[in-house]
């Protein structure tokens, strides 16, 4: 922080050879710092009280004698009245408040050059204000910039100034854009990937473009950033020592419900990716696979101006949200299955899930496979059973 004070008094002479970045030190108690001069709007003066001088630093920044106003000249004496500022060595050093004062400071930077490569740059969820000084380096300093929707990411581009080159790279031209792509880099040139939000990679274009760099020996550099799967754990109340990142489920309904069935029977907090739209029909299963009475948590347009996170059970989310379809990015949590000794299910229980399964198309041993996860039983006890059961299946499946 700055503070200004009026001193009266008779001021020293400013030497002529007084040169940018010098220090002035002529007054006894502080060391100060000529910013401003304007004898014209002084009318009066202050009384001055000296501060300790272990309070400021004796030079912390250079001095910039310019801003004396024009007709000043050096080599005379200071007329009797002058402002002084003073800076704190307690106050905190000042941030840039605009995307330019960002760039200034980017500019001026001191880092060495990037090397080629492709940077994968984590970019902001929802708050223009969430990315990395780092990632506005290299996003500057790249050749061309991966984007999945040039229009999107332009406004994170204008919005920081940034002019490097925008090309599209999305699911429906991934194919096709990776050997462009890979000739850029065999070619030296610093590519920057960057979805529409978040990580790069992460339930969204890059992981393929990742691996063929890995196996041409071309450097991949992350440049961490937001991350919706982190954001909302971390506020969700839910265990974090151990959860598994689901993401988007399939669209096929067999396939679903064999992702919801491994996801019920692991005890680590699970995360998933649901579109609005397909909020009702997510609670409907869940709470079919999961049980009602499981805790879960809805984070819903997090870091943006409408960030809401809706704590309850499964039973209470769906009366809560199927009347209603929220708007928005939805990132839904649903706490791991409990550890607890109980004991097992019984036989009956285990031969009803897997009639179920199997007559929803799965065969015998995926049928066994998904009852048993999460099981404390054995997966070789509950094969026993299936064969008993079902052994008539198991013949005509190796017909």
């Known amino acids: ?35 401003r ?27 910039f004698t310019q801003s004396l106003q024009p007709h000043i000249l050096l080599s005379t004496t200071l007329p009797r009245h002058f402002t002084l500022s003073f800076y704190s060595n307690t106050a905190q050093t000042s941030t840039a408040d605009t995307p330019d004062e960002l760039q ?13 490569g492709l940077y994968l740059v984590g970019t902001p969820i929802g708050n223009l204000e969430d990315i990395t000084l780092r990632a506005l380096r290299v996003l500057k300093s790249a050749d061309v910039i991966l984007s999945e929707d040039t229009r999107h990411s332009g406004k994170l581009l204008h919005y920081y100034n940034i002019k490097t080159p925008l090309l599209s790279y999305h699911k429906f031209n991934e194919s096709q854009r990776a050997q462009v792509v890979l000739r850029k880099l065999q070619d030296g ?29 071309i450097p991949v550099v992350p440049i961490p950033g937001p ?24 669209k096929h309904n ?30 409907e299963e869940a709470a079919a696979i999961f049980g009602e009475s499981r805790q879960c948590v809805m984070a819903r347009e997090m870091t943006k101006v409408h960030e809401e ?62 009852v048993a996860s999460g099981k404390l039983m054995k997966r070789k006890a509950i094969y026993s059973l299936a064969l008993r059961k079902f052994g008539g299946q198991l013949e005509s499946e190796d017909d």
């Not at 929220?326 to 839904?332: D, L, Q, R, S, V």
Request: hydrophobic share 35%.
């Open 1 to 35: 922080m700055i503070a200004k004070f009026l001193i009266s008094g008779n001021p020293p002479k400013i030497s002529s050879n007084l040169q940018k970045g010098s220090c002035f030190s002529g007054i006894e108690e502080s060391r100060m710092v000529i910013r």
């Open 37 to 63: 001069y304007n004898p014209i709007t002084m009318l009066s003066s202050s009384v001055f009280t000296p501060f300790p001088r272990q309070q400021f630093y004796r030079c912390p920044f250079p001095i």
């Open 104 to 116: 200034h400071q980017l500019s001026n930077s001191k880092q060495s050059p990037l090397k080629p």
């Open 189 to 217: 040139e610093i590519v920057a990937l960057i979805s529409d939000a978040g990580t790069p990679g992460i339930s969204d274009p890059g992981m393929e473009l990742a691996k063929l760099c890995a196996d041409k020996n």
């Open 227 to 250: 991350s919706a799967v982190v954001t909302a754990l971390s506020a969700s109340g839910l265990p974090t020592n151990e959860f598994s990142f689901v993401g988007f489920l399939p």
């Open 254 to 283: 067999s396939s679903r419900k064999e992702r919801l069935i491994l996801s019920a029977n692991e005890s680590a907090t699970q995360i998933f990716f649901i579109p609005p739209h397909k909020l009702s029909q997510f609670l």
């Open 309 to 370: 996170f809706w704590r309850g059970t499964i039973d209470k989310a769906k009366e809560a949200f199927l009347a209603h379809q929220p708007k928005g990015e939805i990132t839904f949590l649903i706490e791991g299955k409990s550890t607890s000794t109980d004991e097992g299910p019984s036989e009956s229980q285990l031969e009803n899930e897997l009639r179920e399964l199997i007559a929803e198309g799965h065969s015998l041993s995926m049928a066994v496979k998904l």
